[in-house]
């Protein structure tokens, strides 16, 4: 029965439930049963959030927690998936993956391919991505187009508790490596689950709001920001269509470009840097696709070109904002801005 | 002549429904009103749908602007007696815009679905109404209790009326074994035990159609009064296409031109309904119970169970509603009713009869039940 639950607890459950539908799903990281300050088993932590917690006396002996070593445990998921379980590996944050990328681009997103379809690879490596939690430069990054830019790979970007769910149940039961990054500011988000198990399929973008004047394509953090903005563009006579991939990779450009079929005008709002991410990776497709339905530029809102700051001030103003995404849209519509 | 001043009000549909957006007037101010006529078109994130009045009299302000957003219980406008000055008439206004308070701060109030504990599960049910002869409602392959938004609220006036969720539906349990007809029949029967319901009405659409049908042959002396609405069961043909496009859709842009074919107006199928079923559709244990079902009792394209001739074993009132233009379960089947049975058969309308053409079904419900308590009662 769907009740509000958050985003946070949605991914605990979405664990709970195919571990214990399916004894091959293991979870392991560092720090996924004891962690910060705990005292003992007695009192496991779940991780540097508590996202994990529940599932270590729930499930005697498989739940793991790993030494400080990226790169061993990792290594060790895709060995794992590749002779017969299914390991949920947890990269504390996403900013880590530069010590074990070998074992995700050259190895597990490797297997399938290089052994001609005979290997398969069902690991799911989750992590935490974004800014807005006061963590710097080494814990706020948006890295999801890296792992995009890997053939092999399948990327979860959820935005709402029900997508968390949906896809994380779904990633487990993939048989492909999937990389699977959990906005840290939208923990405590609330939404309508479901109780029961469900999959959320991947490549199937949610629109999240129909609007035939612009279409805004939004991923993780920046959907709810994309919300606030249409909302308040709404009032000035502009109709947002707002459309959240909810996975990179498949990407569902089919829905991108029926919605701007339909608008003629595209803003996408990306937290990553600027280049070579998301936002020109869609920017781009719709430009090649659908020109001829273009009225206007697409345009893009993301991050600047710069490390995510300590200073709070600083790491507010790095974060695109409603009023961007707003004057974005207006812009791309030729409306004058507010003055 | 009357000094009522009457409220008309944006109507709750479904659980969900928070506030509805003014399409448009069907009526200008100043119009003669009798009640059930339809006065203004809503939409709603689910469905669209047409606002009758409440009353008798004259539309005498429309408070509300087209296109403007309003919530559950918010002013539309204001029917009166032509009588009543336009001094009152703004008083009534200004005194309820200053105390009227939108439903979502007391919302625990609303009717909130319950659930049954059985052997596979639960069932969920929503019970709406507080006194009357008890009417349970079934809805059809794919539904839940919510297909009965418009007309459960309405008939509640009269009854206690129970949506009940079938097995493999909504949020009852899913695993529907070899999903038999009997299955659904028994899930009816613990449903009644558990709320201590000797006799009800029962009325049913399509798949819900056939159970209430075949737990009447199985029960007759528990069932006052049988409605079917663009029933299963009554011949073979059954829209192939719409049954394997619906267990087969995984993505909204494979569903939506399947659920089109519920209605006779397509553009009644709003995104947040395409939605809704695909969330239904994703939860484990679905696919198999619909894939069960659908093996059993509508394999290859046909009913596999036509229980038309049996029908007039029964000798409750029944009741036939159908939408002329169904495009799941011919409406030529009503004519296979038994003798006796009331038929109507709605123009302009689909196979979801009951949510296209509410008004019209709500009535001939609610005087078909109306007549069926009495003479039961005889």
């Known amino acids: 029965m769907a009740r509000e639950i958050t985003y946070q607890t949605a991914i605990n459950e979405a664990l709970a439930q195919e571990m214990e539908r399916d004894p091959s799903v293991v979870v392991f990281g560092e720090d996924v049963a004891g962690g910060m300050e705990a005292p003992g088993e007695d009192d496991a932590w779940g991780g540097v959030l508590g996202v994990t917690k529940g599932l270590y006396h729930r499930f005697p002996g498989r739940v793991l927690d790993t030494p400080i070593s990226e790169s061993a445990y990792v290594g060790a998921a895709a060995g794992a998936a590749a002779s017969g379980l299914r390991p949920v590996a947890e990269l504390m944050f996403v900013d880590f993956m530069g010590v074990c990328l070998d074992q995700i681009f050259n190895q597990a997103a490797k297997f399938r391919y290089m052994f001609g379809g005979r290997a398969k690879t069902p690991m799911v490596i989750r992590t935490m991505w974004g800014a807005g939690i006061r963590a710097a430069s080494q814990h706020s990054q948006a890295l999801y187009s890296i792992f995009t830019h890997i053939p092999g790979l399948k990327v979860a970007v959820p935005a709402t508790p029900y997508d968390a769910k949906g896809l994380l149940i779904a990633a487990i039961r993939d048989d492909d490596p999937v990389i699977f990054l959990e906005h840290k500011v939208l923990y405590d988000v609330k939404g309508d689950v479901p109780e029961e198990p469900y999959a959320l399929p991947f490549g199937e973008a949610n629109i999240v709001r129909e609007g035939g004047d612009v279409t805004v394509v939004a991923l993780g953090r920046m959907v709810s920001f994309a919300e606030q903005a249409a909302d308040a563009l709404e009032d000035d006579g502009i109709d947002c269509e707002i459309v959240d991939p909810r996975t990179t990779s498949p990407l569902d450009e089919d829905t991108i470009l029926e919605s701007v079929e339909n608008t003629g005008r595209l803003v996408v709002v990306d937290e990553a840097n600027p280049r070579c991410g998301m936002a020109c990776d869609i920017a781009a497709r719709v430009a090649q696709e659908a020109f001829e339905d273009l009225k206007a530029p697409p345009r893009m809102v993301t991050a600047p070109h710069s490390p995510v700051p300590f200073s709070p001030v600083l790491e507010d103003a790095y974060v695109p904002s409603v009023d961007a995404i707003a004057a974005a849209v207006r812009e791309t519509a030729g409306a004058p801005s507010p003055a | ?378």
């Not at chain 2, 899913?174 to 999903?179: C, F, L, P, S, W």
């Not at chain 2, 009325?203 to 075949?214: I, Q, R, T, V």
């Open chain 2, 1 to 378: 002549m009357s000094d009522a001043i009457e409220k008309l009000g944006m109507p709750k549909w479904g659980l969900s429904m928070t506030e509805g957006r003014l399409v448009d007037w069907l009526v200008e101010e100043g119009a003669e009103l009798q009640v059930g006529d339809e006065v203004a078109e809503v939409s709603t994130e689910k469905i669209d749908g047409v606002v009758e009045s409440p009353a008798a009299g004259v539309l005498r302000r429309r408070v509300a602007t087209v296109g403007e957003v309003v919530p559950v219980g918010g002013l539309l406008g204001v029917i009166a007696d032509a009588a009543v000055s336009d001094a009152d008439v703004d008083r009534f206004i200004d005194e309820f815009q200053a105390s009227f308070v939108p439903e979502e701060a007391e919302e625990e109030a609303g009717p909130a679905p319950e659930t049954v504990a059985v052997e596979a599960g639960t069932l969920r049910f929503l019970r709406q109404g507080e006194s009357g002869e008890p009417l349970v409602l079934l809805h059809g392959f794919g539904g839940d209790l919510n297909n009965w938004l418009f007309a459960a609220p309405a008939l509640a006036g009269q009854h206690v009326v129970y949506a009940l969720d079938l097995p493999g539906h909504g949020e009852s349990f899913k695993d529907v074994g070899a999903g038999d007809v009997d299955q659904l029949v028994g899930a009816v029967r613990i449903f009644l035990d558990f709320g201590d319901l000797e006799v009800v009405h029962l009325a049913g659409h399509s798949l819900g159609g056939l159970a209430a049908a075949c737990f009447a042959l199985e029960e007759p002396a528990r069932v006052a009064s049988l409605t079917l609405v663009a029933s299963a069961g009554l011949g073979e043909e059954i829209n192939r296409d719409y049954i394997e496009g619906f267990i087969e859709a995984e993505r909204r842009r494979d569903l939506k031109p399947v659920l089109e074919l519920l209605f006779a107006d397509p553009g009644l199928v709003t995104r947040q309904l395409v939605d809704d079923v695909l969330k239904y559709k994703r939860i484990d244990g679905v696919d198999e119970a619909l894939r069960a079902i659908a093996g059993n009792l509508f394999a290859d394209g046909r009913q596999c169970v036509v229980i038309a001739d049996r029908l007039a074993e029964l000798e409750v009132p029944i009741l036939v509603v159908w939408g002329r233009e169904d495009r799941i379960i011919p409406a030529a089947h009503a004519e296979r009713a038994p003798e006796g049975a009331q038929v109507h058969i709605l123009d302009g309308t689909g196979h979801s009869p009951h949510m296209e053409a509410a008004g019209d079904f709500n009535r001939i419900v609610g005087g078909f039940l109306a007549g069926a308590g009495a003479r039961a009662r005889q």
